[in-house]
């Protein structure tokens, strides 16, 4: 028993020797709207957004009780911790790139470096960890498990929160924006209400409209208009 404990230990330490190098991996390379901060050292590292969105659900869950208790919240934290350690070595792709055709094989390049980094952690471990990744990145269409549609809601949400706080000369980027939260945000938001909206959650679904209301506010204010339409498909 004691030998087993040190293995599995020994092998978390490594995982997380190779997960601290996220510190100094930076997301939105190139993204013009988030230049001029970038060049002052105003950057978001991949722990520090899979931190912020653990973040986000640590408030979402005290201000929305009926969308808590629906799910496993746990598993939220767990999905939310690892979603991007995928880039941890490789670097992050920006929905701005994406808007270009870049990373069309990035899930697989970072299912690849998710299985390097996680050779030596307990299997029953990296089994969770694996299949919470693919689950992250099956099309939002196909999704309807809350657990997951929540955690890409926040990931979404947070991502557009640092581009609002951050971001520089917003309003001559809206246009570009708003091709990337049509692509992003928009569908997951959509999805998560449907599937909330489907299965008779009126609360549940009222506070996730007002999340969603909230955030386009928050957007306007920062000078970017972002079109949503509750009824549309």
Known sequence: MKN???????GIYQFMSHSYNGNW????????????N???????SILGHQWACMGFWFYLKHICPSLSTLVDTTEIYERLLGHDLGETFIGDIPLFLQLSGKGTNKHSLERKEIQKMGKKIPKKIFKIMIKYFDEFENPVGNITKLEILIAKFIDTMQGNHFAFVFGNDLPKHETTINKIVNRSFIPVAKRLLKVLKQRGHKKAYKEVVNIVIHHLEFAKKAGVKIDFDFYSK
């Open 4 to 10: 087993n404990i040190k293995k599995s230990l020994d």
């Open 38 to 44: 970038i060049k002052v050292s105003k950057n978001e």
């Open 25 to 36: 991996q930076y997301r939105w390379y190139k993204t013009p709207y988030l230049e001029t």
